[in-house]
């Protein structure tokens, strides 16, 4: 069984596969938070705190530049595993299989069994929106096709505002025919509640489940600003996301995928604000896993 077999069959069914693993989620780092150190002390670092591994930024301002992924991503990769931490997914811009930096990007990480990868934005046109959404449904099957190709699966990021997925039943309908092994959902329950705060973020994450990849960690509440409600990001456990319930329902399941700790909200030291919340989300895993 060669690599790319070997890791179609890991991802066929990941819900029934993750039944037969141990049950319990991997705990990464959004390495955004930790850009003013490079690869190897952000590894250290992250690794002291207790993370199990790292979501590599892998776009412009990233620890890794797009365009130097061929040779600077299995470095990073190697530095990343020196330090005893996991890279289970990468955090890039790529939205279309036309981008020139995209297949060599995403083949790098296939080559180094990075399971998955997270695509970039696309907004809508509200005043053609039926043409958005046929648009949508063309990336979709272009980054699928490109995923199985390169060998790492795409989770489409329901990031709130005017962006495609936002609502999640839109990248429902867009993948809901493609091959689940290769693309699917980078779940936020954070910009889930935004959108639908009493029962659409359930909704929501029902509809991810059997397609789910990974997940984004952050915390809101809505705050008025200059006379205008907005959400403000804050620490986790201080907002209104439902993480009880929330981690219930992957624990259910048992979803061992990755979790992305997001530190969104202003803080006078990024890094230092990050034990925290990540003692926050261990204790969140360990009641709802049991481990």
């Keep these: 069984m060669n690599r790319r077999h070997f890791l179609a069959s890991a991802l066929a069914t990941p819900l029934a596969a993750q039944a037969e693993a141990p049950a319990r989620p991997v ?10 150190l490079s690869v190897g002390d952000m590894a250290k670092t992250a690794k002291q705190m207790g993370f199990d591994g790292v979501d590599l930024t892998v776009r412009p ?3 890794v530049p ?4 061929p040779d ?5 990769a190697e530095v990343i595993h020196a330090a005893g931490l996991q890279l289970p997914m990468i955090s890039t811009s790529i939205t279309s299989s036309t981008d020139p930096l995209a297949r060599p990007l995403l083949a790098a990480a296939g080559k180094l069994d990075i399971p998955y990868w997270k695509a970039g934005y696309v907004r809508y046109d509200f005043e053609h929106l039926d043409r958005s959404l046929k ?3 063309l990336m979709a099957g272009e980054l699928a096709n490109l995923s199985w190709d390169c060998g790492t699966a795409c989770g489409i990021h329901n990031h709130s505002g005017n962006n495609v997925g936002t609502a999640v039943w839109d990248t429902y309908r867009a993948i809901e025919n493609l091959d689940s092994r290769w693309i699917g959902f980078y779940f936020d329950p954070g910009h889930a509640t935004i959108e639908g705060g009493l029962a659409g973020w359930q909704l929501s994450q029902a509809l991810v489940m059997p397609r789910l990849k990974m997940v984004a960690i952050k915390d809101f509440f809505w705050a008025k600003k200059t006379g205008k409600w907005e959400p403000q990001w804050c620490p986790l456990g201080e907002g209104m996301v439902n993480w009880p319930e929330v981690f219930k329902v992957f624990a259910a399941a048992r979803f061992s995928g990755p979790l992305s700790l997001h530190i969104e909200y202003d803080t006078p030291d990024e890094i230092a604000a990050i034990p925290k919340d990540l003692a926050y989300l261990k204790k969140l895993v360990t009641q ?4």
């Design 288 to 291: 709802s896993y049991g481990v």
């Design 66 to 69: 797009p365009e130097r992924a």
């Design 61 to 63: 301002g990233g620890h």
């Design 72 to 76: 600077e991503l299995p470095r990073a």
């Design 27 to 36: 705990l990464c780092i959004f390495s955004k938070h930790m850009a003013k």
């Design 135 to 137: 648009q949508t449904r």
